[in-house]
């Protein structure tokens, strides 16, 4: 779940609790997902704050 801001920016990442998804990745995770820009969210033609929910598919691939 992403906050972001009047101007698009992401304020803070939450991930819901994932046991299986090794801390250093959910480091990773967030920040990739903190440098992300969008078009601010707007009601009645004035920006706002929002919460917004990324879902990610992740696949990991080892060369041996």
């Given at each position: 779940i992403?906050?972001?801001d009047e101007t698009g920016?992401?304020?803070?990442?939450?991930?819901?609790?994932r046991p299986t998804l090794p801390a250093?990745?959910?480091a990773v995770i967030i920040e990739t997902?903190?440098?992300w820009?969008?078009?601010?969210?707007q009601k009645d033609e004035i920006q706002v704050r929002v919460k917004w929910t990324v879902r990610l598919k992740?696949?990991?691939?080892?060369?041996?």
């Open positions: 992403l906050l972001i920016s992401v304020l803070k990442v939450d991930i819901p609790d250093d990745i959910q997902l903190s440098k820009k969008y078009k601010p969210a992740i696949h990991f691939k080892y060369d041996m």
